[in-house]
């Protein structure tokens, strides 16, 4: 039950610095992991605005955002993401990568 109602909206926000000699400035990078939306609302859009508000240089997104089989469904659900992210602000960022989860068999 807490995987269907409670953990998809559990937000986790954990931070971590890590310091070396070769780098000279703060360099702030941002993941995005398991957003497993069905829908774009209210949570994946906070979501983003977090992530905008982080003043993030880099932007990495690790896959599972979007959980919808259908891929006529599956395409729109991405347009409305990056909307979502247009409207976040989260455009010009000096670089953003993401990638697509697949399901592994074993």
């Given at each position: 039950m807490d995987a269907s109602f409670i953990e998809p909206y559990r937000l986790q926000v954990t931070t971590v610095r890590i310091t070396s000699p070769k780098v000279s400035r703060r360099f702030r990078i941002v993941?995005?992991?398991?957003?497993q939306a069905d829908a774009i609302g209210n949570?994946?859009?906070d979501v983003l605005a977090r992530v905008k508000a982080a003043?993030?240089?880099l932007v990495l997104f690790a896959g599972d955002y979007i959980q919808e089989a259908d891929p006529a469904r599956r395409r729109k659900l991405i347009q409305q993401l990056r909307s979502a992210m247009r409207?976040?602000?989260l455009t010009g960022l000096h670089a953003a990568m993401a990638v697509q989860g697949k399901p592994i068999h074993i």
């Open positions: 993941v995005v992991a398991d957003l949570y994946e859009i003043d993030p240089d409207g976040a602000g």
